[in-house]
């Protein structure tokens, strides 16, 4: 068994006949069995006399067979891997008293006669005991499927609530296994307590007595062994769970041939139809269907993770050798058929224990901390830590970082990755004040420029009117409506109001009076305007509760400017295109023509770029034409038979001589142009290089 695609083991465990009886079968080898009808048989009514022939291979077939080989070739292996962490399934199926609970459990009065599960907890417990390294616990549970209910069969050595009793379903795990909630697991330290809770179940089971069997199983049962094992080594957090379920299934019995009645009766009908909703599902998982149906019943339920799960699976398939039986050994052998192409994909179940895990890790990082200080020392780093930064490493980082910004020679030395994140958390905290700094600035300019007028102060607002300034309904001073498209101050709400939005009367009236008087006292000129909407303040760098309005005093200058008296700041600074070119002629004057001087440069050495690259094309092709020319005339030279001279190189004609010299003077030509070219593509980057930086400091200068 392994970790990889398995398909589920099929066994067939003849009982041994009775003296006297008839056998309906013989064994081909150790894997094939011949089936057949007597002649008896065919008076019968119920046998298709068509075929009386079938031969069947399965995994194993087991014929008078001591319990102990069972164990070994059947049981064995799949308990040595459930104890190493995959999950193992062994399921007993068959015909009513076929000696499917003698295989499980076996005949309690004889120790030789044990079953699967006795021998099983004494090879775990073996192994427990043996073992150095590993240290396992071990709980049971044991539960029956009675009519289509679950019965915790060891409840009465729990304390397990009413409630709880009768409420056991079957929950999924996130992994796809299955398990009853609510049913009660017992840890037991050795084999005896072990067989202890088996019998005390054993005792609790529904039995009944019929015509096939004095003692018949009622009830599906399932007794699971849960196997918890950790490593010895306090420090390892790794462990594996599995479990082993051993699933004694309730009979299939004919009521004709086991005269059940009553209770019996009822039994017999549930347990009929839940195994055909165990055959439709196996049936399903060998079809591959993409739907199996294991809601259908209790049994195939609570068997999904060992029927096509990650479960390693095996099924002994318990039949009668009378022939009498022929009927039911066939069907028990289809079905055990079937069952052999159930896939299932064992998956070693192993976690990690969360304590122990933190703990293994905090040694680790100390290991490692350890390391690194002695691999600083050894690389001359011995000052640095890796503890987290003390208030006074981070005053120094601040400093450096002060430093840096300041001081453009200066550098900031890389020491560790904390450092690193302390110089961002400073950069960070600068930029915070900074851009704190430059709103208070930009606010404090405006309010040097412009009244701030409180909307709730109406007497102001009354004053601003009459002084011209326009305001709308809101109290809102009108600006930035020159196209309709700009965006006005923005209104108490902190929004910014949409030109569009501004009532279209007024705003037309106000375009007539523009119209009529341009210098209309309120009014600004379309210049004046458009300044005004080019600069407007983001919405949010506004105050949020007054509009803007300019000083009524400062306006009239603005539009009443007197021959004399010096012509007044704008309200508003010009636009930017034009700023720009203001800026170019004064201070950037000098930054501008270095400018120039580097575009001129820039495009000269990018025509003679072009130029070269031209030539050297044109190179190329004289290159290529001329050795077409030469090895056309090799070729007619060649057709000629060729003329050698004493040291036996082939005499050539003047013209041919004189294109093989044209050809090596181009080659030089194309060569010495090629790396003309290289260097000149530098150029060309190095002076787009000095353009782009000359425009960024024109561009920040301004
Ligand atoms: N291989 C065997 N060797 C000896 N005795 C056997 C063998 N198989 C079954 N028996 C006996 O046959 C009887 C019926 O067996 P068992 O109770 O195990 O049948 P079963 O399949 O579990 O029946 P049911 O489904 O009705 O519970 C028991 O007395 C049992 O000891």
């Not at 072990?194 to 018949?216: D, P, Q, W």
Request: charged share 30%.
């Amino acid at each position: 068994m392994s970790a990889s695609n398995n398909k589920v083991k099929v066994y067939l465990r003849l009982k041994p006949i009775r003296s006297g009886g008839k056998k309906s079968y013989e064994i081909v080898d150790d894997k094939r069995i011949h089936v057949h009808r007597c002649g008896n048989d065919l008076q019968k009514s119920y046998v298709n006399n068509q075929i009386r022939d079938w031969e069947f291979t399965l995994n194993g077939i087991k014929e008078n067979v001591s319990q102990t080989e069972i164990y070994d070739d059947v049981a064995r292996p799949v308990v040595l891997q459930a104890m190493k962490g995959y999950n193992a399934t062994i399921l007993a199926y068959g015909q009513t008293g076929a000696g499917k609970t003698y295989t499980m459990t076996g005949a309690t009065e004889s120790y030789r006669q044990r079953g699967l599960i006795p021998r099983s907890l004494s090879e775990i417990f073996k192994a427990i005991d043996q073992s150095i390294d590993q240290n396992t616990t071990i709980r049971i549970s044991y539960v029956e499927i009675y009519n289509e209910s679950f019965f915790d069969l060891l409840s009465t050595v729990s304390d397990v609530s009413e409630y709880e009793r009768q409420n056991l379903h079957v929950t999924e795990e996130v992994d796809g296994s299955c398990y009853i909630k609510g049913l009660s697991d017992h840890i037991v330290n050795n084999e005896e307590e072990a067989l202890n809770l088996l019998f005390e179940g054993e005792t609790n089971r529904a039995i009944s007595s019929h015509v096939l069997n004095k003692n018949s199983s009622r009830s599906h049962c399932i007794f699971t062994i849960y196997l918890q094992t950790h490593s010895r080594t306090q420090s390892d957090p790794k462990y594996t769970v599995s479990k082993i379920n051993f699933v004694d299934l309730a009979g299939s019995e004919r009521l004709r041939k086991t005269k059940s009645e009553g209770r019996t009766q009822t039994e017999a009908v549930y347990i009929n139809k839940s195994l055909t909703f165990l055959e439709q599902t196996v049936l399903s998982l060998a079809d591959k269907k993409t739907h199996i149906p294991y809601r259908q019943s209790k049994l195939t339920h609570c068997l999904k993770d060992s029927l096509g799960g990650n479960s390693n699976t095996v099924m002994i398939g318990n039949v009668w050798s009378e022939e009498e039986h022929i009927e039911e050994t066939i069907s028990t052998i289809r079905f055990a058929t079937r069952m052999m192409k159930v896939h299932t994909v064992p998956v070693r179940r192993e976690h990690e224990d969360p304590t122990k895990l933190v703990k293994q890790m905090k040694t680790e990082i100390e290991h490692l901390k350890r390391e690194l200080a002695m691999h600083d020392t050894l690389v001359n780093r011995s000052h640095v830590t890796y503890e987290n930064l003390s208030e006074q490493q981070r005053g120094e980082i601040r400093e450096q970082v002060k430093n840096f910004l300041s001081d453009p020679q200066c550098e900031i030395d890389i020491v560790n990755i904390r450092q690193i994140k302390g110089v961002f958390e400073t950069f960070r905290d600068i930029y915070g004040i900074m851009s704190s700094e430059i709103e208070k600035n930009v606010e404090d300019k405006f309010r040097s420029r412009y009244t701030l007028l409180d909307k709730q102060d109406a007497a102001a607002i009354a004053q601003a009117q009459q002084a011209g300034v326009p305001i709308d309904d809101n109290g809102d001073y009108l600006v930035g409506e020159t196209d309709g498209s700009g965006y006005g101050i923005p209104g108490a709400s902190g929004k910014p109001v949409p030109s569009s939005a501004v009532n279209a009367k007024k705003k037309e009236s106000k375009k007539k009076e523009k119209r009529s008087s341009p210098t209309t006292k309120g009014q600004q000129s379309p210049e004046t305007k458009g300044r005004t909407t080019e600069q407007t303040p983001s919405p949010d760098k506004q105050p949020k509760t007054s509009s803007i309005a300019p000083p009524p005093e400062q306006e009239k200058k603005e539009q009443e400017p007197s021959q004399n008296t010096p012509v007044e700041k704008p309200s508003t600074p010009p636009p930017r295109s034009e700023a720009f070119e203001e800026f170019k002629k004064g201070l950037g004057s000098e930054i501008n023509r270095i400018l120039s001087e580097n575009k001129d440069i820039l495009g000269a050495k990018k025509r003679a770029y072009t130029t070269l690259a031209r030539q050297i094309n044109l190179t190329k092709s004289e290159i290529d034409s001329t050795k077409c020319k030469l090895n056309d005339m090799r070729d007619e030279r060649e057709s000629l038979g060729n003329q050698v001279d004493q040291n036996g190189a082939p005499i050539i004609s003047e013209e041919e001589y004189n294109e093989l010299n044209r050809l090596k003077g181009l080659k030089n030509s194309y060569k010495t142009d090629f790396e003309e070219l290289k260097n000149l593509k530098t150029e060309v980057a190095y002076c787009q290089k000095q353009v782009d930086l000359c425009r960024q400091k024109l561009i920040q200068g301004q």
